[in-house]
T-cell receptor
Framework: DTGVSQDPRHKITKRGQNVTFRCDPISEHNRLYWYRQTLGQGPEFLTYFQNEAQLEKSRLLSDRFSAERPKGSFSTLEIQRTEQGDSAMYLC????????????FGPGTRLTVT | GDSVTQMEGPVTLSEEAFLTINCTYTATGYPSLFWYVQYPGEGLQLLLKATKADDKGSNKGFEATYRKETTSFHLEKGSVQVSDSAVYFC??????????FGTGTSLTVIP
């Protein structure tokens, strides 16, 4: 396995459009996390899944954001009616089981909303 | 709420200098603590971790000790190299399985 992958790596969209990002975690990992990172800041937690169940959502995740992990493998993050403030790097990470295990991060999807 | 505070950068050091990047945390219970590194153009990579008080994490010459009494997890390296230039993030994993990251400290090592 080559690690966590994300697609696309870069996305430029116009304000008001919808965008969808995909994350493929490390295959044996049952937990999957989404983060947002803006310039000069650390990653901010958005949501996470254990298998196909979405267990936690941050208050940062407005109703324009939705995430799915339909079969407990890959995940998608959709942003509807994008705003300029949504411009950021969206990071996906995965980990194996609960507890103290570290997360493995993907390269991120950089979103620019014009 | 839980949070991580780390030393602001940027930090510029000469090669072979001693490095300390301070990190303190606020959390209920007993979180796990991590240092992640982000090299230019790359994703975040785990550098080291400690899961309980007094544990010392170490990797690639970097060390950090989990100090519950001072709620700290300072990163140190005795002799930095140019290849250590990167952004370093301190993070905690709380008992609710949520990660909290610091704002990152940019390190530049000059020859």
């Amino acid at each position: 396995d080559t690690g966590v992958s994300q697609d696309p790596r870069h996305k430029i969209t116009k304000r008001g459009q919808n965008v969808t990002f995909r994350c493929d975690p490390i295959s044996e990992h049952n937990r999957l996390y989404w983060y947002r990172q803006t310039l000069g800041q650390g990653p901010e937690f958005l949501t996470y899944f254990q298998n196909e169940a979405q267990l936690e959502k941050s208050r940062l995740l407005s109703d324009r954001f939705s995430a799915e992990r339909p079969k407990g493998s890959f995940s998608t993050l959709e942003i509807q009616r994008t705003e300029q403030g949504d411009s950021a790097m969206y990071l996906c990470a995965s980990s194996f089981t609960a507890g103290k295990d570290e997360q493995y991060f993907g390269p991120g999807t950089r979103l620019t909303v014009t | 709420g839980d949070s991580v505070t780390q030393m602001e950068g940027p930090v510029t050091l000469s090669e072979e200098a001693f490095l300390t990047i301070n990190c303190t945390y606020t959390a209920t219970g007993y979180p796990s603590l991590f240092w992640y590194v982000q090299y230019p153009g790359e994703g975040l990579q785990l550098l080291l971790k400690a899961t309980k008080a007094d544990d010392k994490g170490s990797n690639k010459g970097f060390e950090a000790t989990y100090r519950k009494e001072t709620t700290s997890f300072h990163l140190e390296k005795g002799s930095v190299q140019v290849s250590d230039s990167a952004v370093y993030f301190c993070a905690l994993l709380n008992t609710g399985n949520q990660f909290y990251f610091g704002t990152g400290t940019s390190l530049t090592v000059i020859p």
